[in-house]
C-alpha cells in the first residue's frame, strides 16, 4: 500500500521523501486501506481524461451510462470535477441525498445508477473553490468514506487538464483505466498528443480514445487534423468516433438508449 502513494507516476525521483512527507503519507496510508477496502468489489474503474477543457468528458460519461445501464451492469458514477461538477445537471439528480450506513451509501437512480457528486455535500448553488493539496484531501476523503458495493463499473468524472486530480487518481487507485477524449479541434487534438507521449511512456492503462466531433466544421486543408488523427488512432487503435449529437439536452435527466447511434452502440458491444 506505501508504495503507491509513495510515488508520483509521473516524477522519477519520487521515491526519495522527506521526513514532512513521510509523516504525511503515513497518516494518509490508513485512508489508503479503506480506499482499497472500499474499491474491492468493483470490477473496472475508468476515468474519463483529457487536458482540454470542454471536449464532451461529462457528456461521454452519461452516453456510456446509458448504454451500461440498457445492458443492465451495475453503475457507479463519481464526479471528481470538485470545482465545476455538472453531473446532477446531466442526470437531473440536484435533489438526491446520499444515506449514512458505516460510511457514505450514493443514492441511487434509475435503479441501478449510483451517483456520487460533491454538490450533494453543499449547500445547492455553492460552489467549492480548492486549491493544490485541499484538492488532494477532499479525494481521498470521497474515496475513503463511500461504500460502492458492488458494481460492473465506477466511471469517474475529471476536471480538465492533467493537475492534481489526474495525478491523484494515478496515486490513489494505480490499476485505474483511462478513456481519454478529444474533440475535432486542432487545440485540443494537439494537447492530447502531446498527452498521450507521455501516457505511452509511464505505460498507462488506456481502454480507448474517443474523438467527439462537436464542432461541425470541417476546416483541413493542410492535412493537419489528419495528421493528428494518423498519429492518435496508430498510437491508440481502439477508438470511437462520435457523432454530434442534435438537442442532446433533450435527453437529460433520463436513460434513453435511443440517444446512441447505431454505430456507437456496436462500439460500446465490443467494448463492454
Ligand atoms: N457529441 C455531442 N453532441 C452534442 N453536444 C455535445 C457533444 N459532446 C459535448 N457536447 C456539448 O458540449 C458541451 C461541453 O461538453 P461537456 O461538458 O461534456 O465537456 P467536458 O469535457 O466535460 O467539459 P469540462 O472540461 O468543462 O468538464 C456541453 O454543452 C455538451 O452538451
Ligand atoms: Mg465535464
Known amino acids: 500500500m506505501n508504495n503507491y502513494l509513495n510515488k508520483n507516476p509521473l516524477?522519477?525521483?519520487?521515491?526519495?521523501?522527506?521526513?514532512?512527507?513521510?509523516?504525511?503519507?503515513?497518516?494518509?496510508?490508513?485512508?489508503?486501506?479503506?480506499?482499497?477496502?472500499?474499491?474491492?468489489?468493483?470490477?473496472?474503474?475508468?476515468?474519463?481524461?483529457?487536458?482540454?477543457?470542454?471536449?464532451g468528458k461529462s457528456t461521454f460519461i452519461f452516453l456510456l451510462s446509458n448504454y451500461l445501464h440498457y445492458i443492465k451492469k451495475e453503475i457507479g458514477i463519481l464526479d471528481l470535477d470538485l470545482t465545476n461538477p455538472c453531473l446532477d445537471v446531466i442526470f437531473n439528480a440536484k435533489n438526491v441525498k446520499f444515506?449514512?450506513?458505516?460510511?457514505?451509501?450514493?443514492?441511487?437512480?434509475?435503479?441501478n445508477i449510483k451517483l456520487l457528486s460533491i454538490n450533494q455535500f453543499i449547500k445547492p448553488d455553492e460552489i467549492l473553490p480548492l486549491r493544490g493539496n485541499e484538492i488532494t484531501q477532499v479525494i481521498l476523503e470521497l474515496l475513503t468514506i463511500t461504500n460502492w458495493g458492488n458494481l460492473d463499473y465506477l466511471l469517474i468524472d475529471t476536471p480538465p487538464t492533467i493537475t492534481d486530480t489526474f495525478l491523484d487518481l494515478l496515486r490513489f487507485i494505480p490499476f485505474i483505466k483511462l478513456i481519454l477524449i478529444t474533440?475535432?479541434?486542432t487545440l485540443s487534438l494537439n494537447s492530447i498528443t502531446k498527452f498521450i507521449k507521455i501516457i505511452k511512456e509511464k505505460k498507462l492503462d488506456i481502454l480507448f480514445i474517443v474523438f467527439n466531433?462537436?464542432?461541425?466544421y470541417s476546416y483541413d486543408d493542410n492535412g493537419i487534423?489528419?495528421?493528428y488523427l494518423k498519429f492518435?488512432?496508430?498510437e491508440i487503435p481502439n477508438y470511437i468516433y462520435l457523432d454530434y449529437i442534435?438537442?442532446?439536452e433533450n435527453y437529460y435527466g433520463k436513460m434513453d438508449i435511443n440517444i446512441l447511434k447505431k454505430e456507437i452502440y456496436e462500439k460500446f458491444q465490443k467494448i463492454f
Do not use: M, Y
Open 225 to 227: 487534423i489528419n495528421n
Open 183 to 185: 474533440d475535432n479541434s
Open 99 to 111: 444515506q449514512e450506513h458505516n460510511g457514505i451509501i450514493p443514492p441511487t437512480l434509475f435503479n
Open 246 to 248: 442534435e438537442n442532446i
Open 232 to 234: 492518435l488512432t496508430n
Open 11 to 55: 516524477d522519477k525521483n519520487s521515491n526519495k521523501n522527506t521526513i514532512n512527507e513521510f509523516n504525511i503519507f503515513n497518516l494518509i496510508d490508513i485512508r489508503l486501506e479503506s480506499i482499497e477496502k472500499n474499491l474491492r468489489n468493483i470490477k473496472n474503474i475508468l476515468a474519463i481524461v483529457s487536458p482540454k477543457g470542454g471536449v
Open 213 to 216: 466531433q462537436l464542432h461541425k
